[in-house]
């Protein structure tokens, strides 16, 4: 089992920048894909980003355009999400995700562990 807990959330302007941090507890750490998604209201949940155990390779969705970048601190057990230029659209609830493999994959049903969400809201 893996528990995982998002933080970092919070409200921001457009161009703005966020980083959110997700802190993993329950087994080795690093054999995990870590992910984020997001869920914006009235939408489904779509993926973010994700990395794979050993930090070596990260894959992004379109959307985050060079904007994002995911790392983690497997000496942490953490996972990281730094948000830059951010835009209205980018208004959700974000959520860390992991999986017990080594593929970064896109969607929700492949992951089996779940943090419970950070608000993450931009103004314009």
């Known amino acids: 089992q893996v528990q995982l807990v998002e933080s970092g959330g919070g409200l921001v302007q457009a161009g703005g920048s966020l980083r959110l941090s997700c802190v993993a507890s329950?087994?080795?750490?690093?054999?995990?894909?870590m992910a984020w998604f997001r869920q914006a209201p009235g939408k489904e949940r779509e993926f973010v980003s994700g990395i794979t155990y050993s930090g070596s390779a990260s894959h992004y969705a379109a959307f985050t355009e060079g904007r994002f970048t995911i790392s983690r601190d497997n000496a942490k057990n953490t996972a990281y999400l730094q948000m830059n230029s951010l835009k209205p659209e980018d208004t959700a609830v974000y959520y860390c995700a992991a999986r017990d493999s080594r593929a970064v994959l896109t969607t929700v049903s492949d992951y089996n562990y779940w943090g419970r969400g950070t608000q993450v809201t931009v103004s314009s």
């Open positions: 329950g087994r080795t750490f690093s054999t995990v894909v």
